[in-house]
């Protein structure tokens, strides 16, 4: 193997492997390390190239990635485990099951899609767009090569034919959220063709895991109750954790064509609080603020100047931390979760992360920026067998345009005010 899988362990008996999404990391899930840690050995794995797992020289594909768990699983000395994946993690899970059957205890599969053609299109769109922004700057940069690439598993895999699944024998729990990025029938069809699958749809979106985790850890302790020999399962009681209210609030922007700003000015003004740009909120001591909004501008597939943000994080905990991107893309309001997801920062795990579409100002942008502009639509333009969302793609970006509104900051300000 030319890089080892990084990864945290929690608790004894039976293992049960966590498998992140797209971009992010084993922490994700820390809403089921605190639940399920005292009935099992909880491994949450960091996959290639995401989180401090290396990216190393192998193929970066869900093929590779279940050949990675399975190495892991030899390493561990483990011969057979309860997998819990979401999302790209679901998608290895079944990767996996379908390539070593005999390695698996229990499946569960949270949001996983067998095709493209599973996601919601508001959601595949501005992943599209993302990737093609990030393949254009990835001969440039490596930081857009590895966005490139962390995107393109979500633009090119997985590949499972749905009659593959018939020769999964492991019990298996198919969960997904009501709002989930993934069309219902889809994963229905996933849950129809796994022999004896479990379905269960939670009120919530993508990542029911992590925030709607009493109805997931609910489901998944059901369904494992069920599914194991009760011996290796003891229960116990669980505590839920509160929130303060928020008190002071300050909103820090980053804007190169007023977009951000604009947006930064509406959620202010609607709850009260100041407003500075980031240089001037730099020179700020912050300790004072119950919650810091951060906003910025999605660039090539991730968020400008967010390090700054990141970087503070951990001096800021116990404040409410809130970060909004804007992008080009148009979305639907629905969508401002699970594109979150889409700007790869698996460092900002622990804050609440929203999007904004904003638009195109051509006449604000520096030469550069415009320069790169004109490059990604003509890049587009010239791709043979374009898709009917790229051609759309392309015709949009031509020129400017505004699709900001100020509709996208409810949900911004109702986390605000939660
Ligand atoms: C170099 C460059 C890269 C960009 N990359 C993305 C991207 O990956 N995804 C996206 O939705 N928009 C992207 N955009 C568009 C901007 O995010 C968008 O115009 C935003 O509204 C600008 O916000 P601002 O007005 O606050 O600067 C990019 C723009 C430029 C100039």
Redesign the pocket.
């Known amino acids: 193997m030319d890089v080892s899988l990084y990864y945290q362990e929690w608790g004894e008996g039976e293992p049960l492997f966590l498998l992140h999404g797209n971009g992010e990391d084993g922490t994700y899930f820390v809403n089921q390390t605190t639940y399920f840690s005292d009935r099992y050995r909880l491994i949450a794995v960091d996959t290639r190239g995401h989180g401090k797992s290396l990216r190393g020289t192998a193929p970066f594909t869900m093929e590779q990635f279940a050949i990675d768990l399975h190495k892991l699983m030899d390493r561990l000395q483990i011969q057979k485990a309860v997998i819990l994946g979401f999302s790209d993690g679901a998608n290895i899970a079944m990767k996996f099951a379908l390539k070593y059957p005999d390695r698996v205890k229990a499946l569960i599969l949270n949001g996983g899609n067998l095709n493209t053609k599973g996601v919601k299109r508001s959601i595949q769109i ?1 992943i599209e ?2 990737y093609r ?2 393949k254009l700057f990835a001969g440039k940069s490596e930081e857009a090569k590895s966005h490139m690439e962390i995107l393109g598993l979500m633009v090119n895999e997985p590949n499972i034919r749905p009659e593959e699944l018939c020769v999964i024998q492991a019990p298996t729990l198919v969960v997904a959220g009501t709002r989930d990025m993934i069309k219902q029938s889809h994963t229905e069809t996933i849950a129809q063709n796994i022999p004896d699958a479990k379905l269960s749809i939670i009120p919530g979106d993508h990542f029911i895991a992590n925030k709607k985790p009493e109805a997931f850890n609910q489901v998944v302790e059901d369904f494992l109750w069920t599914s194991l020999p009760k011996h290796i399962i003891k229960y116990s009681r669980h505590q839920k954790t509160g929130r303060g209210k928020p008190v002071k609030t300050i909103v820090i922007y980053s ?7 604009r947006y930064a000015g509406w959620i202010a003004k609607e709850t009260g609080a100041e407003c500075l740009p980031l240089a001037e909120a730099k020179k700020k001591d912050l300790a004072g603020y119950d919650v810091i909004v951060f906003g910025s ?6 968020i400008r100047d967010v390090g700054w943000f990141t970087g503070n994080m951990d001096r800021w905990k116990g404040k409410k931390q809130i970060v909004f991107c ?4 148009p979305v639907t309001p629905d969508v401002e979760k699970s594109l979150a997801q889409n700007f790869n920062e698996p460092k900002l795990e622990g804050a609440n992360v929203f999007y904004c579409p ?4 051509y006449e ?2 520096s030469v550069s ?1 415009r320069l ?2 004109r490059m990604f639509v003509k890049a587009i333009k010239a791709k043979k067998d374009k898709s009917a969302a790229e051609e759309e793609m392309a015709r949009v970006m031509s020129a400017s345009y505004d699709i900001s509104d100020k509709k996208y900051i409810e949900p911004i300000i109702t986390c605000l005010r939660g």
């Open positions: 501005p767009i993302g922004f990030a804007s190169k064509t007023g977009f951000t700003k501008w999605a660039c090539a597939g991730s804007v992008g080009a893309s904003g638009g195109l100002n604000k942008m920026s790169m502009m």
